[in-house]
């Protein structure tokens, strides 16, 4: 393979999709040596394969809002890649989404999903539909129509969608309503369910408190306690709420958290208490991160990210491109000294070029955050064997993922000076799983 060559293909069949490059490019750097020891790859032309979705459906989803006014938006699934299980990967709805996104998320969850261990290929989904502002009687008719259209390319052995940012529990309560009215069967097709219809416990908390294992098990690679330590969290949605949930048990110092209009900065850090009121003030009542510097007093800045404030660790958890390469810079200048992502591609390509030559412990997120997946895969496991897992069992489980997810990293993304370069890690063990299975099952 030669990767560039590769690249320019994409870019020159596929132009006008940035995101997508960009998550191409970062795999494509960090496979070319372990994927040229295999000649046969190349004659089965695998790279090709494994970078171009097997399938998009895209629609047109109509739906009408409470003045009566009849709205349309268009909905995505990206089916990415299915050699080593059914397509699964999450549904978007915010206003940014268009098929280079969801091709970079569906192309990224691949991976992530092979590293989980458990038997998922990758896909993705979404709406330009922004569910800010929007009554609940809208986002359940804006449910109900996407679903419409998507339940005939989605089922439990076929394709199985989550939430993400946008969607969360509410959203996936009446997309899974819908579906199970249009295929007339109760599979559990979607996860993130309610736990009263098979959710699975600690599926909410899967991605934040497994992102956070995941970081204890770099840290330990250097002997370093969590405990006392600050750190920097942006975003306040399902992934950083239950990433600080975790901090804080476990005796760190969260100082920010943020949302798309700007970040509060509380250097006394947020306790348990300060953190219920912004789950009631973000899940229930859907404000914004400014009143919560209105009710403790502290600093509230519009139209930033928190990544010039001074911290040990970032767990960056909003969305794709939040770190440059200036934020990264700052970041390190004061001293910064983990990055474990909860988003998905939080950081630019020239902010990981700073954290590899600083030589800090970086976990990209495919590593990272795949506590979210791994739970929806026990959650399909659930369903598929008519059983629920107590909490306890669940999160032991996930620790265990996360922590068989770190050896894979150490195994294949150690560096002959001892450093772990987790990016190239990620990379070539969920490559070569997916890789070998290609193989296996013929050309398709
Ligand atoms: P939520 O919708 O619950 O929260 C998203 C948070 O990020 C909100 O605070 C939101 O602010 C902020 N945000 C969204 N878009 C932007 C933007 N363009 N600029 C600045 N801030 C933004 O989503 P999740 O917490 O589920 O997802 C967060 C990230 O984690 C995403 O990258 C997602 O792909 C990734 N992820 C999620 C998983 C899951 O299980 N949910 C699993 C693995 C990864 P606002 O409210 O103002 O929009």
Redesign the pocket.
Known sequence: MNAQKVLSDLKRRFPNEPEYHQAVAEVLSTIEEAYNEHPEFDRYNLIERLCIPDRIFSFRVTWVDDKGQVQTNMGYRVQHNNAIGPYKG?I?F?S?VNLSILKF?AFEQTFKNSLTTLPMGGGKGGSDFSP?GKSDGEIMRFCQAFVAELWRHIGPETDVP?????V?GREVGYMYGMYKKMARENTGTFTGKGLEFGGSLIRPE??GYGNVYFLLEMLKTRNIDIKGKVVAV???????QYTVEKLISLGAKVITM????GYIYDPDGIDAEKLAYIFEL?NIYRGRIREYAEKYGCKYVEGARPWNEKCDIAMP????N?IDGDDARALLANGCFAVSE???M?STPEAIEEFLKAKILYAP?KAA?AG??SVSGLEMTQNAIKLSWTKEEVDARLKQIMFDIHTQCVKYGTQADGYVNYVKGANVAGFMKVAKAMMAQGIL
């Open positions: 999450g978007r915010h940014s998320l800010r989550a939430g993400d940012i946008g969360g899967a991605t942006s975003g306040s949605g399902n992934v950083a943020s949302d798309s209009n973000k958890s909003a969305t794709q939040e909860g988003a998905n939080p997120g955050n979210g997946v």
